[in-house]
């Protein structure tokens, strides 16, 4: 079983805690040091967004449409957008971060939280002017190559989330407990079921290919809009790949040629088995890595294209 | 429109912050200066419990009640059980807290929550023998009376919490944007609706009378299994009166003839306007207002009969 290769797919490896530097509030310092106060709506409601950036050599993958989504998340929230959801503020903020760790080259993650700022604990908004916490931190990452190699596994679970999934809160409970559940079998994921259809993951998109087309569930209320999805879909209709944003049913999943998760540190992720039965050959299929491939072209010319912070 | 009202009502009026003693992980320190690591499973996945207790004169009500509660939401969350859930523990914590904090004499209220602890990020649970985080304080508690004779306004909203509502977690944004909403209408609380039919208020349970029979939601996933909801029901049976553990449906509100609200620092609390339109005579029905005494007297009593903290 893989379950070795399952933790270093999701673990994002931290370095040692004193070389890793945080964000907090304007602040820079040694993340083992960064502490909020425990009244923070965070700690207290989960009262917050956040965002993960891949970074590569520096450089911040898809600055604008994460920004787009977190400025999204704020406003459905009602928190007043801070600083950092400027891309100039926030390429600042991530410059001094990768620089101070040490990992401004290779592969690495950008994490920013925001939540509704410290106040005496009452379920309704704190008073106009409390200012939202801003949090943000860097870790080195390393592409799962070889799991994707020879392709994951996941599981199902009922899908028990809330119903505005496409706010990416760290309202993370249910997704917590699923992921342990697939841990815990061995697999990196698990593929979550309402009502009797695939929503997402609990980190990444699900995406199948059934019939000779690209199948995965349209945006709505019930899963993130996620932005390697977004990508991935682009690409396939580059490849004239057939794409057909419609839900499939959990009976659907024996059915499938190919199986794969779109997320940020998943890249593009052949799932080759789900409770224990082979997709398709039980080995990466084609579709999938062809889309891989013209995800990984896409993410190495952004992130070499941009130019480098002055 | 009862703003002012509202807001005596939700504040849980905390004195002068430097006066507010907190217990997090073993230490007393004031509540100000208590702060958690960034990486604090609570402040990033919103994963962990929390309860509150009512507090008299110093003793703590339904202690083993609220305790047996956070017991199984640390079971069903696979947290292991600190010390503080051991009764013993959990009164030293609390004496403490009450006395230095000045909070001995009069009500209060009493705040535990406890969190999976601190670990790098990722989804699934961290490292075997991660020390879950405990952080409990108590504030001043004022009973919303003034309200209570009135009688106090709701509003309807969709529930749109996760299927886990029996677990008290912190995973409570939809219970903040609810109240928030609630709030911005004057009102003091947010039944919500699920499938058309009422589950809960954001931090109370929801009780009807209708065709003289008292009805609330069963318990089941979609609600908190509230501990005045339980004595209240208790109490009627006492006072036989019907109860009917059935849900009623939205269209049912309109044919309320009472309608109220069970909670620790709601105790019962008369609604007498739903969306601006009246229940019943729009004054605290009868029935309402014997269970609130009896509540009430039953809060005295058993306050009064437990014998103080040595």
Known sequence: MPS????????????????V???LNGQYLPRSAATIPVEDRGFIFGD????????????????????????F??????????????????????ERLLAESGL?????????????????????????????????TVNRFVPPNDVRARGASAITAPDVRWLRCDIKTIQLLPNVM??????ERGAIEAIMIRDGMVTEGSHANVVGVLNGEIR???????????????????????????????????GDIARLDECFLAGTTSDVMPIVRVNDR?????????????????????????????PAPA
Not at 104 to 124: D, N, S, W
Not at 278 to 304: E, K, Q, V, Y
């Open 216 to 250: 995965t569930h349209p945006l709505d209320n019930l899963i993130l809009p996620g932005i390697t999805r977004a990508i991935v879909l682009e690409i396939a209709q580059t490849l004239s790949i057939p794409v057909r944003e419609e839900a499939f049913a959990e």
């Open 104 to 136: 401004t080259v290779g592969e690495a993650t950008l994490y920013v939280e925001i939540t509704r700022g410290v106040a005496p604990r009452t379920h309704q908004f704190p008073p106009a002017g409390t200012a939202p916490t801003v949090f943000a």
């Open 278 to 306: 082979p997709i398709g050959s039980g080995t990466p299929g084609p579709i999938t890595m062809r889309l891989f491939n013209g995800f990984r072209a896409h993410l190495d010319a952004s992130c070499s294209a941009v």
């Open 21 to 23: 530097l945080a964000y």
């Open 73 to 94: 998340g704020l406003g459905e929230l009602r928190i007043a957008a801070p600083d950092i959801v400027r891309r100039q503020v926030l390429d600042e903020v991530a």
């Open 178 to 183: 699923a992921k342990q559940a697939a841990a």
């Open 48 to 71: 917050g967004v956040y965002e993960v950036w891949r970074v590569v050599n520096g450089r911040l993958f898809e600055t604008d449409r994460h920004l787009s989504r977190l400025a």
């Open 4 to 19: 070795a290769a399952t933790i270093t797919f999701h673990s994002n490896s931290p370095p040692a805690a004193s070389a």
